[in-house]
C-alpha cells in the first residue's frame, strides 16, 4: 500500500486545476502543465484540495498510485514555484558561454560541444563556470542537466570535469611510482 498516495494533495490560491476524462491540467503563474492519468486512478477535486484513488488492488494500480500523486504535486510546484538545477564546472582551462539561448561547453574537446535547451527551458551561465538550468518541469530540468554533465563528467583523478553543484567525487590514488 503506498503511504505517498493515501495523502491529499493541496493546491495554493494562485493556482487554478481542470480535471477532465483522467486529464488534469494546472496553470499557474509560471505556465501551464498536463498529465494524462492512467484508467486505474480516479482523482477528485474537493475545494483546494486533489485526492487520488485506485479503482482496484492490480499490481499495476498500486505501482501508478504513488506516482500519479507525486507527478501532479510536482506540477504543482513547478507552475508556482519552479525547479533548477546548479552545475560546476571544475578542471583548467575548461568554461562555459551562453550564446543567445545555447550553451557553449569548452571542456577539453578539440571543439566546442553546444546544447540547445528545450522550450520552457532556461539555461544561465555565471563566473563562466555555475551553470543553472530551470524551467516549470521537474523531469525536463533534470534530464537537461543530465544531458550537460554528460558531456564531461568528472573523472576520478583529478576532479576534472563537469558535475552537480555540491556533488562529491571521490578521488583514485594514481600509480604508486617507486
Known amino acids: ?30 505556465g501551464e502543465l498536463s498529465y494524462i492519468l ?43 514555484e519552479g525547479f533548477s538545477k546548479k552545475l560546476e564546472i571544475q578542471g583548467v582551462g575548461y568554461r562555459s558561454q551562453m550564446d543567445g539561448k545555447n550553451l557553449i561547453l569548452n571542456v ?3 571543439h566546442a560541444v553546444q546544447i540547445d535547451p528545450p522550450k520552457g527551458i532556461d539555461i544561465t551561465v555565471d563566473n563562466n563556470t555555475n551553470i543553472t538550468i530551470s524551467g516549470i518541469n521537474k523531469e525536463i530540468v533534470g534530464q537537461i542537466a543530465a544531458k550537460i554533465r554528460e558531456v564531461r563528467p568528472p573523472e576520478p583523478y583529478k576532479g576534472k570535469g563537469i558535475r552537480y553543484q555540491g556533488e562529491i567525487v571521490r578521488k583514485k590514488v594514481g600509480k604508486a611510482g617507486k
Open 38 to 80: 492512467s484508467p486505474l486512478i480516479n482523482i477528485r477535486q474537493e475545494n483546494n484540495i486533489l485526492k487520488l484513488a485506485r479503482v482496484d488492488n492490480s499490481k499495476n494500480s498500486l505501482a501508478l498510485y504513488g506516482l500519479s500523486r507525486t507527478l501532479i504535486n510536482n506540477m504543482i510546484m513547478g507552475v508556482s
Open 1 to 30: 500500500m503506498s503511504r505517498i498516495g493515501k495523502q491529499v494533495i493541496l493546491i495554493p490560491d494562485k493556482i487554478s486545476t481542470k480535471i477532465e476524462n483522467n486529464r488534469v491540467v494546472i496553470k499557474g503563474p509560471k
Open 108 to 110: 577539453g574537446y578539440s
